[in-house]
């Protein structure tokens, strides 16, 4: 799962219909790949955008991660 959600936070063009059949070989569901990739997905979105608006964390967020 992590290398998964790599590959497709750095280099999503060349996700391929192997990256989903090695998780589903490692026992997962369509919909826990589903809830994979759109929770890795959203956390690439709102990074981004947080980026793009250079909106900074809080003191107290930075500490806690």
């Given amino acids: 799962m992590i290398g998964y959600a790599v590959k497709l936070t750095r280099s ?8 989903v059949d090695a998780l589903r070989l490692a026992g997962l569901d369509d919909r ?3 809830d994979l990739a759109m929770v890795v997905a959203y956390f690439n979105f709102v990074n981004r955008l947080a980026h793009g608006l250079g909106v900074e964390l809080e003191a107290e967020a930075e500490h806690d991660g």
């Fill in 12 to 19: 999503p063009a060349a996700m391929r219909e192997a990256d």
């Fill in 32 to 34: 826990a790949v589903l």
